[in-house]
């Protein structure tokens, strides 16, 4: 596959990286079906990072929270 006029390509106006971190537990008993799998962990939100690019004015916006209550806190900075 071949590409025409590639210079011309347009550029992003903004780049956004996110990423989450979560502690891992032991998981309780979930249900008394038997499942097919065993469960070994259970992966909890602890906080999270965005980190937006601007290259329109070359700025930048990092935002990090870390916290119990981090999924809310995402979702009302996203929402």
Known sequence: MVFKNGCKKLKTPFVIY??????TTKPGKVSTKELKT??????????????????IDNSNEPF?????????????KNG
């Open 38 to 55: 065993d469960p070994y962990q259970h992966h909890r939100p602890c906080g999270f990072m965005i980190h937006v690019d601007n290259s």
């Open 64 to 76: 990090l929270y870390r916290g119990e209550y981090c999924m809310d806190v995402f979702v009302q």
């Open 18 to 23: 996110a990423d989450f971190a979560c502690l």
